[in-house]
């Protein structure tokens, strides 16, 4: 195939009374139209065996938002409120494929829970309510029915100077959506914050010994990812990475 091959991990959700794997068509057309990829969607089975064989064919791993919350006794954080969403298949599956893909080389881009669960993966810890912190802002979407206004700029991030995000892009700040109520507590060794939002909060990070590409962001750089030059800047990037990687592995 010419093209790179970029993994994207599913949910497990319930649809009416039966369970499905599923990953939002924002992000699989990311990973074809921002990435330039073939995107190949990789089942919540949980199975490392699996996990390794699809990883021997992956040029690019693309972590994608959700509903749901990483469980919290994957960081040692206290247990969830009732109510809270999780993906038990999905951890199982994403939290071991992140030290996977890192140890193999291969490009790896989180986004939204993607973020956290790299952050998890690599020793960080969560806060699961950042608007109840003291000093940070609501950073959850706007309710109802209209999705423009649930996916339009929020607040402002800055870039850090000379970081990878600023380098990409040739900009030193952007607005961005915000849908997210859970984010970084501590930063997990390993990474370096590329971003932060006004209030401090960190809003992008990259792998720092990363063998090819690992950076992640807490916002949702695949909504309309043609219209924003930073957004198509990070997709750029990363696509770079995969077939740079699919040159080396089918060469």
Not at 159 to 166: E, H, K
Request: proline share 6%.
């Amino acid at each position: 195939m010419s093209q790179a091959i970029i993994g994207i991990p599913c949910d497990m959700k319930m649809i009416g009374l039966l369970p499905f794997h599923a990953v939002g068509d924002k992000y699989i057309a990311a990973a074809a139209g921002g990435a330039g990829g073939l995107p190949l969607l990789i089942p919540a089975l949980g199975d490392t065996d699996i996990l390794r064989a699809t990883l021997a064919t992956l040029d690019g791993l693309l972590l994608p938002g959700s509903p749901s919350n990483v469980e919290p006794y994957h960081y040692g954080g206290v247990s969830s409120r009732q109510g809270t969403l999780h993906d038990p298949r999905r951890d199982a599956t994403t939290l071991p494929l992140i030290r996977m893909v890192l140890e193999a080389g291969v490009p790896l881009l989180g986004i939204c829970r993607g973020f956290q669960e790299i952050n998890v993966a690599l020793g960080g810890e969560l806060h699961q309510h950042v608007q109840e912190q003291p000093g940070l802002r609501d950073h959850r979407e706007i309710e109802g029915e209209d999705i423009g206004a649930m996916y339009a700029p929020a607040h402002r991030v800055s870039f850090v100077d000379g970081g990878l995000l600023a380098r990409w892009s040739g900009r030193g700040e952007d607005m961005v959506n915000s849908l997210h109520q859970q984010g970084i507590k501590r930063l997990a060794p390993g990474l370096d914050a590329e971003a932060y939002a006004e209030d401090g909060l960190i809003e992008a990070y990259r792998v720092r010994d990363a063998k090819r590409f690992g950076f992640a962001v807490q916002w949702h750089p695949e909504w309309c990812y043609w219209d924003n030059p930073v957004s198509q800047a990070i997709f750029q990037a990363f696509g770079d990475a995969c077939r740079a990687r699919h040159a080396e592995r089918v060469g």
